[in-house]
């Protein structure tokens, strides 16, 4: 979509599929605030569509085949994406 004023504005939305946010479906340890979703539980709403600032970039790390209570879980591990630049960094530099 885009705006028709000066200068050209876009709005970008991502199509996203989610797990179910219920106890159940999401565990996060108190101490170290590591969260895991359970893979078999999609949040069943349909509400696909977020803005670009409300993105987070994840990715799922599921746990070895000898985690066998653990099969379905999977360990969510928040990235940074390539070729960004934190604040920090850039007064390291």
Same mark, same amino acid.
């Given at each position: ?56 970039? %994840? ?28 604040? %920090? ?5």
């Amino acid at each position: 979509m885009e705006y028709a004023c000066l200068p050209i504005k876009r709005v970008v939305l991502f199509k996203c599929e989610w797990y179910n946010p219920s106890p159940q479906g999401t565990k996060i340890h108190v101490k170290y605030g590591i969260v895991k979703v359970q893979s078999s539980r999609k949040y069943r709403k349909y509400d696909p569509f977020i803005f670009v600032k409300q993105v987070e970039q %994840l990715y799922f790390k599921s746990y070895p085949d000898t985690c066998h209570d653990k099969y379905d879980w999977m360990v969510v591990i928040k990235t940074k994406a390539w070729g960004t630049i934190t604040a %920090l960094e850039a007064n390291m530099e």
